[in-house]
C-alpha cells in the first residue's frame, strides 16, 4: 500500500512572531541611527575616535543614554558627548519633533470631542504606538494650564454688551454620574469685538450660581456693563441688579415667544406667531407696546395664559430699544451665543460622561478660545462708536466717547 502524500501542519504564534519581527527591526534601526550620531560627531570634532590630527576641534567625553519613540517601538540610543562642543544630534531633534506634533494631534483631538480610549486606537492605527489614557490625561494638563489661564485672565473694564447663558453636561462626582451646569459669558468690547470672558462651574442655574458668577467676573476686573443678554435663568437678574445695577436686561425674544408658544394650541400657533414677531418689528418701544396691546385684546378670552405670559414679560424682552438701530437685530436675542453652546454640545456628548467638572469645562473653553482666535478677533461684530454717538446725544449721561477713554484706561492698568 502506497504511502499517501501529507503536508505537515505548522502552527505558528502571531505575536511571537511579530514581537521578534519588530525586535529585529528596532535592532536595526538602532544600528542605523548609531551610524548617523557618530557620523555626526565626527564631523563635528572633526576626527575620528582616538584618531590624531590637527584639524581636532574637540574631544569625546563617553556617552549619554536616551530613550526614543519611533514607528516600530522605543529604542535606547547612547547620544555622543564631547567635552566643549555641544553635541545636538539631528536624528533626536527630528523625533523629538515628531512626537511633540504627535502629542499636540493628540491633545486638539481630544479637545475636538474625541474618546481618550479612541485616541489610543487612532495613534496605535496610525503610528503603530500605544497611548495609554494616562499619558492622554497628562497630555490634557498642559493644554489646561494654557486655557485655565485664557479664561481667569483679567478683563477690560468695559463691555457695551454681555451674553449670557448655560449648559449642562454630565460629570462624575463622588462615583455617580452627575448634570452640571457651566455658566458662559461672551462679551462685545470698547472695539466691537466678542470676547469669551468666562467659563464656569455653576453646579444648577440658579441665583446663588449666577451671583458668584457675576461677582467673579467683577474681581477680574470688569466694572461696567450696558446691557446684559440673556434668558430668564432663576435668579439671573436679580444677581444682574446687585453686580451690574446700571446695566439694562434685554430678555432674549427668541425663547420668550416659545414659552408664549408653549400654552398656544398647534392650530393656532402660526397665527401667535406672526404676531409675536410683528411687536419686535417695530421702529419704536412705544409702537410695540401698541401693537402688543393689540394682539393682547384679541387673544385674552381664548388664550388667557399665553397672553398673561406675554403682558407680564414684554417689558423685558424691548430694552433692546434704548440702543442704537444698527445693533438691535444682534442684541435681542441670545442665539449668537446658544448657536456656539449648541457646536460645544456636540463634542461635550462624544465624551459622554467627564471624569471632573474641569475636564469639561476645559473642552468648552478651548472650543471658545477656537471661534475667538480664528473668527471673532477677525470681524468686528458691532460698530460701537454708534453708541457713543448716542450717549453723547443725551445730556443727562455721562460723555459716551469720554467715557470710552476712561473705562478703555481703566481696563489698560
Known amino acids: 500500500m502506497a504511502k499517501e502524500n501529507y503536508t505537515p501542519k505548522i502552527e505558528l504564534d502571531q505575536k511571537k512572531v511579530a514581537g521578534w519581527i519588530n525586535e529585529q527591526v528596532r535592532g536595526a534601526v538602532k544600528e542605523v ?5 557618530e557620523a555626526e560627531a565626527e564631523e563635528l570634532v572633526r576626527a575620528r575616535p582616538y584618531e590624531r590630527t590637527d584639524e581636532r576641534e574637540d574631544y569625546r567625553n563617553g556617552k549619554r543614554k ?28 527630528r523625533y523629538r519633533r515628531m512626537e511633540i506634533s504627535l502629542e499636540e494631534a493628540m491633545i486638539e483631538i481630544y479637545l475636538s470631542g474625541i474618546s481618550t480610549r479612541k485616541i489610543t486606537d487612532i495613534t ?3 503610528c503603530d504606538t500605544t497611548v495609554s489614557p494616562a499619558k492622554q490625561s497628562r497630555l490634557n494638563k498642559k493644554v489646561y494650564e494654557r486655557l485655565g489661564a485664557f479664561i481667569e485672565r483679567p478683563l477690560a473694564a468695559y463691555f457695551p454688551y454681555l451674553y449670557l447663558d448655560g449648559m449642562v453636561i454630565k460629570s462624575r462626582l463622588a462615583g455617580k454620574t452627575e448634570n452640571i451646569s457651566l455658566l458662559i459669558a461672551v462679551g462685545v468690547n470698547s472695539e466691537g469685538y466678542r470676547e469669551i470672558i468666562g467659563i464656569a462651574e455653576g453646579g444648577s442655574e440658579d441665583a446663588a450660581s449666577w451671583k458668584a458668577f457675576l461677582k467673579h467676573l467683577k474681581e477680574r476686573g470688569l466694572i461696567q456693563v450696558d446691557l446684559i443678554v440673556s434668558d430668564a435663568h432663576l435668579g439671573l437678574r436679580a444677581a444682574a441688579e446687585q453686580y451690574f445695577p446700571d446695566a439694562g436686561f434685554q430678555r432674549c425674544i427668541v425663547h420668550f415667544y416659545r414659552i408664549v408658544l408653549a400654552k398656544v394650541p398647534h392650530r393656532m400657533q402660526q397665527e401667535v406667531s406672526q404676531g409675536l414677531k410683528a411687536i419686535h418689528a417695530q421702529e419704536s418701544a412705544e409702537d410695540a407696546r401698541i401693537k402688543a396691546t393689540r394682539l393682547i385684546n384679541k387673544h385674552k378670552k381664548g388664550l388667557p395664559g399665553a397672553m398673561s405670559v406675554l403682558e407680564a414679560g414684554l417689558e423685558d424682552t424691548l430694552t433692546y430699544f434704548r440702543f442704537p438701530p444698527k445693533h438691535r437685530t ?9 448657536r456656539h453652546i449648541k457646536e460645544a454640545r456636540r463634542r461635550t456628548k462624544a465624551v459622554g460622561s467627564f471624569p471632573d467638572v474641569n475636564s469639561a469645562r476645559m473642552l468648552v473653553t478651548a472650543r471658545f478660545k477656537w471661534h475667538q482666535e480664528k473668527r471673532w478677533e477677525k470681524k468686528r461684530y458691532l460698530d460701537i462708536d454708534l453708541l457713543y454717538e448716542l450717549k453723547e446725544s443725551q445730556p443727562v449721561k455721562k460723555g459716551g466717547k469720554k467715557q470710552k477713554a476712561e473705562l478703555v484706561s481703566i481696563g489698560k492698568k
Do not use: S, Y
Open 33 to 37: 541611527l548609531k551610524g548617523i550620531m
Open 66 to 93: 536616551r530613550k526614543l519613540q519611533t514607528r516600530v517601538g522605543e529604542i535606547e540610543l547612547e547620544v555622543p558627548r564631547l567635552r566643549a562642543l555641544g553635541f545636538q544630534t539631528q536624528v533626536i531633534e
Open 124 to 126: 496605535e492605527a496610525l
Open 330 to 338: 444682534r442684541i435681542r436675542t441670545n442665539n449668537p451665543l446658544e
